[in-house]
T-cell receptor, first 113, second 112 residues
Framework: ETGVTQTPRHLVMGMTNKKSLKCEQHLGHNAMYWYKQSAKKPLELMFVYSLEERVENNSVPSRFSPECPNSSHLFLHLHTLQPEDSALYLCASSQVQTKTEAFFGQGTRLTVV | AQSVTQPDIHITVSEGASLELRCNYSYGATPYLFWYVQSPGQGLQLLLKYFSGDTLVQGIKGFEAEFKRSQSSFNLRKPSVHWSDAAEYFC??????????FGAGTRLTVKP
């Protein structure tokens, strides 16, 4: 248990569906991240929220839409995904402006059919 | 921009043998360096971290890593590998106010 909780753990969705991934951290951190982990590819940073403001969007397609309503919660809204979007989606949190590591959730395994 | 290279995609060692996983980084200032481990289907767990001071850092599960500024390296070591160490290992670099950058990972297989 790292203090970062992701739900659901597994998700299968059709290409026309709309779904959301949820991440919650109980560590009092002020930055949250979405990473995508595909087989045989490096960990890809998708979005960064610092103090509830999006500070980075690494050219992620618009079919992925993040939302950070407060410093403890982060969502990734999904719509009209492609099969190549199937991956493990990892959420992490950290405390910016301090020397600290990122803490990761266990991830959501997404399969797009 | 900061970046991390893990030259070995896959390493196989025998149980009880020593282990060294390589990590090289590129960063303009003194970086903060991390090693994470990921078991199948799980998130990343921090093994150890280096911020400053002693260049040899000890982590959990008997792992250690050495920061060598002259070589821009932060290699992970363990003197005797256990079967439960089989996993994916990620090196990462970060700095205050910046997000972390991860290497591509090294998959460790342990032979009986």
């Amino acid at each position: 248990e790292t203090g970062v909780t992701q739900t659901p753990r597994h998700l299968v969705m059709g290409m026309t569906n709309k779904k959301s991934l949820k991440c919650e951290q109980h560590l009092g951190h002020n930055a949250m991240y979405w990473y995508k982990q595909s087989a045989k590819k490096p960990l890809e940073l998708m979005f960064v929220y610092s103090l509830e403001e999006r500070v980075e969007n690494n050219s992620v397609p618009s079919r992925f839409s993040p939302e950070c309503p407060n410093s403890s919660h982060l969502f990734l809204h999904l719509h009209t995904l492609q099969p190549e979007d199937s991956a493990l989606y990892l959420c992490a949190s950290s405390q910016v402006q301090t020397k600290t590591e990122a803490f990761f959730g266990q991830g959501t395994r997404l399969t797009v059919v | 921009a900061q970046s991390v290279t893990q030259p070995d995609i896959h390493i196989t060692v025998s149980e009880g043998a020593s282990l060294e996983l390589r990590c090289n980084y590129s960063y303009g200032a003194t970086p903060y360096l991390f090693w994470y481990v990921q078991s199948p289907g799980q998130g990343l767990q921090l093994l150890l971290k280096y911020f400053s001071g002693d260049t040899l850092v000890q982590g959990i599960k008997g792992f250690e890593a050495e920061f060598k500024r002259s070589q821009s390296s932060f290699n992970l070591r363990k003197p005797s590998v256990h079967w439960s160490d089989a996993a994916e290992y990620f090196c990462a670099v970060g700095a205050v106010g910046n997000d972390m950058r991860f290497g591509a990972g090294t998959r460790l297989t342990v032979k009986p």
